[in-house]
């Protein structure tokens, strides 16, 4: 089985159907090449600084001291999350049965024809690649001024062809000979299985499990594989993490959530401040809820998934219907205090600041309609900022002229006349 690494480099306008677009070519390569195991990469810097510089979204890192355990229990979890339909491609990009040679160099027989261990290797390294890692050496062009490196090693020619009894018969020459000797009189030449690459994270060696979502929902796919490490029994010695873009998402996700709740309290301090009450803040801060219901369903409604940009929009939201609400508890208060009964300043606060909320929530409205849409290029990673401002105003305005109003009724009016409030 030999893997294919592919990467599909597209335009912003075009990541919305790059998904479909890798799953259809992954089926056509499946279809025409069946040996052959691919693995799809959206390619972009972007990609890349979200992902915190690997190759996936999601990466499964299985740590272990025995390599042959962590490589099985890294299969197994591959096999299990390939089975989800929510994945498009799963990679373990290390293999560990790659055929090699070994090399048991004689030291004792070298040391009698001068060679070490190093000049062994470094005779050998030479044959097959170059002396540029070992002995790099370079030319300066005297017209130009220009550094070229100057590399010795065989014609690819050669090296394609050779056979083991063309690697055994390298010639070796110690650094103070001239007689050359062949390789296999100094070295016992075995094969074996060697791993194509060894990664690291934290200093302990780790099999990595790359996992490609089918769409743009991190979360869902986040709690799948979840679920089924938690599932998996792991020996004593063996760790299982999972790095990439869903563990930025999820911190971002919740100092957002932190944020959301720390502002709506400095919130509730500064108005307690403002009106010299606990209870007028609590009726201002009446209009959130409805705003957040108002989001959730017109994300859903559009399709669009909760994410950093929507987030951004609901903290946004809260400040936009908290001062829609401020104008009429606190016009509420105003005619209260000049004479007006309860219920009637009430009803004239409404009338009287419906214009100016609708004039200001029309405005954002219409201006955030075009970015919600994202019709021009590069727009779309900030619809979702404009659609959950558009859901939660839109609902917010239409319930606050309701709800506010009628629970400052609510509370003020079960006060006996005269009654003071507790001030702040």
Known sequence: MHTAFVQVNLTEDHKIGSYEYMERVRRKLANDLPELSTYFQAGGLVDSVVNQGLPAPLDVQVSDNDLSEGYAIARKVALEIKASKRVSDVLIPQDIDYPGLELNIDRQQASLLGLSPKDVVNNVITALTSNGMIAPSYWIDPKSGNNYMLTVQYFNQKINSMTMTDFRNIPLRASNSSHYTPLQSVAKIEPMN????????????????????????????????????????????????????????????????????????????????????????????????????????????????????????????????????????????????????????????????????????????????????????????????????????????????????????????????????VAA
Do not use: W
């Open 194 to 421: 060697t791993p194509t690459e060894v990664d690291h994270y934290q200093i302990r060696r780790v099999i990595d499990v790359y996992v490609m979502p089918k769409s743009e929902d991190l979360s869902g796919i986040s709690a799948e594989v979840n679920q089924i490490l938690k599932g998996v029994t792991l020996p004593r010695n063996t760790r299982v993490r999972v790095r990439g873009a869903v563990v930025g998402m999820k911190e971002s996700f919740f100092r957002f959530g932190v944020g959301l709740i720390l502002s709506v309290v400095l919130v509730y301090l500064i108005l307690m401040a403002q009106f010299r009450s606990f209870i007028d803040p609590f009726v201002i801060l009446m209009a959130i809820p409805p705003g957040l219901a108002g989001v959730v369903v017109f994300l859903f409604l559009t399709g669009t998934t909760l994410n950093i940009m929507s987030l951004m929009g609901v903290i946004m939201m809260t400040g936009i219907v908290v001062s829609n609400s401020i104008l009429i508890v606190e016009f509420s208060g105003i005619l209260h205090q000049r004479g007006l009964e309860l219920k009637q300043a009430v009803v004239e606060a409404c009338k009287v600041r419906l214009r100016p909320i609708l004039m200001t929530s029309l405005a954002t409205l219409l201006g955030l309609a075009p970015m919600a849409l994202g019709i021009e290029e590069g727009s779309e990673q900030y619809a979702p900022l404009a659609r959950a401002v558009i859901g939660g105003l839109a609902v917010s305005v239409v319930v606050t002229v309701f709800l506010v109003p009628a629970v400052y009724l609510l509370i003020h009016g079960r006060k006996k006349p005269g009654t003071a409030e």
